[in-house]
Structure formats: structure tokens, C-alpha cells
């Protein structure tokens, strides 16, 4: 082996050792467990779902810092869990109109700062503004079919009655999407209806199999672990978003601080619930790690893993969705993920 190769092989082996990812992540204040990632014996002999021998990934890179920090993420319902190859370029699509007007702002934010070591692909909002533009498998709930309904992460927000135009794309831009917008609230000057996500959780899967096979395969999988798993501890799950009976945030009367008073405590109620969403979502980087997955909770956490199979998902579950902690090994990275003083990512 030659001496290149030989410190090929010594990096890889080095930024896999699961302790000393462990170690960075708990100095960069990320609340890590240290349970095993699965939790049945292998092989398996608790009737998990198994991937084909043909669906091979990468499990030799490092997966830590294969996410790009964003500024916000949106899920665009479509009602399909399959799309063009680029979604932003179908024409006439929701996507495709947000994309553009993002390209005509030029708003930037100045990254934060902070203390603890940074770690590639654990980021905070604020260290950006790019936003993610997804298609997701959820059906509009607006009343009129033909107008989208958007959910926006980190805000943990749904808007509904968003048309698939230029003007559609420019007023959700003007009115929940531009970085400057620090929370997204509902604006009462628009036909726009606004409402905080009804969910302790929302857990996506990358479904689109025309960008890779692999993740067709996966999603269905994940999903029907997932929601077993989930309502063996007592959760009810949906796959797709159920209509809202709580008025809008449009019609809050009262001061803006008042509405982000009430905001706040909404967020912090859903803990309790028990409710999760899951939904496929497009294409969002690093098909190769398949099964990808992203777990976004109401006080603005988004956790992406990567090569989660059913055999991990009882203890995704366990230690993520209901603990509020890291599982190293699967880590590809995370918004809002690093909670200084909190033992738990649930913890505001």
C-alpha cells in the first residue's frame, strides 16, 4: 500500500471512530447517547423489514458535515412521493417559483458567534441564508385544491392558500421565507393562512427514486418501521397533514409580541402530545447514505441521519424522538442542534 493510500485509510478509520465523534459533539454542547444504534441482534430476528442485496450505500465516509448549513426548509405539498429530477426546474411548480425569488434577493446574515468548537454540518440558523426547497408527499389542505400548502422548518409552521405562480412565490418569499424575517407569524395583509404545526415531531424520508433508486427503496421501509415502532409507545402518527380547526395566526388580535408570546407556548405544548407526521420528501443531498431521514421538532431542532435501516429505528426513537438525544454513528448533521446548558434537545 502505498503511503497516500496508507493515510487515506488512517483518516477514514480516524473520523469513524465513533468515541471521538461522540467526544466533539458533546463539546460542541450536542446532547449525544451513547446506546447502540440498533437494537436486534444480527441477523435479525425481530421481523425487521430488510433492504434487497442489490441496495448497497457508502458506509465507509464519514457522514458528520455532509449537511450545508441553511437558514430555513420548506416541504411543498405535492401529494406524490416521486418528482422531476430537479424540482426547482419544473416548470410552473411552487419549487420553481420560490427558487426564483430567492435568486432575486440578495439579503445575507452575519454568522454567529460562538465559543464552543464548531463541527461541520452542525449549524444554527442564523449561520446562513440559503433556503431548502423540498417537494413532500402531504396533500394541500387549503380549500382550494389547486392552491399548496407549505410547511417551514425551523419555524415549525404550516401556511396554507400559497399559489403556484411567480406572485405565490414572491409573497411566500415577502412573507415567511426572506432571512430577515426572524419567526414566521402570519401576515394579515395577505390570503395566506398560518398556523403552528400540530405535531411533537415531523420525521421525512427522502422518497425520490429518480434521483436514486436506493432511497424508493428505503422511504417505505422507514416508514413502516417508524410508525410501528411509534405506536408500540403509545404515539399517533400521521402520513399526511390533517386540516386545522384553530383559527389562523391572521386573525391574532393583539401586539406582535403578544402573537410571539402565544406562538412560543404552542410550541412548547406540543411536547406533550405524542403526535407525530411523516412524510416522504425530495431529493436533499447525500443519496449515497441512504436511508436518509430528517426529524425536526417544535423548538426549531432538525436532526439529519443517514443509513438508517428498520434495525435502528427502535432506537431512533427511543433515544431521538422521545429522549432528545444524538445517536452518533448515524449523524449526517443538524440545525439547532447544539443546546448549551441542555441535557436534551427537547430543552428550550
Known amino acids: 500500500m502505498s503511503s497516500l493510500r496508507r493515510l487515506r485509510a488512517w483518516v477514514f478509520n480516524h473520523e469513524l471512530d465513533p468515541n471521538k465523534i461522540r467526544d466533539q459533539l458533546s463539546a460542541s454542547a450536542v446532547p449525544v447517547s451513547s446506546a447502540d444504534c440498533r437494537t436486534c441482534s444480527d441477523p435479525c430476528d425481530d421481523g425487521h423489514g430488510e ?3 442489490r441496495f448497497k450505500v457508502d458506509t465507509e465516509t464519514q457522514m458528520l458535515g455532509t449537511v450545508s448549513p441553511y437558514r430555513r426548509q420548506v416541504l411543498i405539498s405535492t401529494g406524490t412521493t416521486d418528482w422531476d429530477l430537479e424540482i426547482t426546474w419544473t416548470s410552473g411548480s411552487l419549487a420553481s417559483h420560490i427558487s426564483k425569488a430567492y435568486r432575486r434577493t440578495t439579503n445575507a446574515l452575519s454568522t454567529a458567534v460562538s465559543n464552543l468548537p464548531h463541527i461541520s454540518g452542525v449549524f444554527g440558523g ?5 433556503i431548502s426547497i423540498l417537494n413532500a ?5 387549503s380549500e382550494d385544491p389547486n392552491l399548496e ?4 422548518f425551523p419555524d415549525f409552521m404550516v ?3 400559497v399559489p403556484s405562480t411567480r406572485e405565490g412565490g414572491k409573497l411566500l418569499w415577502e412573507t415567511a421565507l426572506d432571512p430577515q424575517i426572524p419567526r414566521v ?5 395577505t390570503k395566506l393562512q398560518t398556523w403552528v404545526l400540530p405535531y411533537s415531531c415531523v420525521i421525512t424520508f427522502c422518497s425520490h427514486r429518480r434521483r436514486d433508486g436506493r432511497c424508493g427503496i428505503s422511504a417505505p421501509k422507514l416508514e413502516h418501521a417508524f410508525m410501528h415502532a411509534l405506536q408500540q409507545r403509545g404515539w399517533t402518527v400521521d402520513t399526511h397533514l390533517e386540516h386545522i380547526i384553530d383559527p389562523p395566526l391572521e386573525n391574532f388580535s393583539g401586539l406582535i409580541a403578544d402573537k410571539e408570546k402565544h406562538v412560543l407556548q404552542s410550541l412548547k405544548d406540543l411536547r406533550n402530545e405524542k403526535k407525530a407526521l411523516i412524510l416522504y420528501n425530495s431529493h436533499m443531498g447525500g443519496h449515497q447514505y441512504s436511508g436518509n431521514c430528517i426529524i425536526y421538532t417544535p423548538n426549531g431542532a432538525s436532526v439529519w441521519y ?3 435501516t428498520p434495525h435502528e429505528v427502535d432506537a431512533v426513537v427511543e433515544n431521538t424522538i422521545e429522549g432528545g438525544l444524538i445517536l452518533p454513528a448515524l449523524l449526517r448533521g443538524g440545525q439547532n442542534i447544539s443546546k448549551p446548558g441542555c441535557s436534551t434537545l427537547h430543552e428550550w
Open 51 to 53: 433492504y434487497p442485496a
Open 137 to 141: 408527499s402531504h396533500k394541500t389542505i
Open 185 to 189: 407569524l402570519g401576515s394579515p395583509e
Open 159 to 161: 401556511v396554507t392558500d
Open 126 to 130: 442564523s449561520e446562513s441564508s440559503w
Open 149 to 152: 400548502t407549505v410547511l417551514i
Open 306 to 308: 443517514g443509513r438508517v
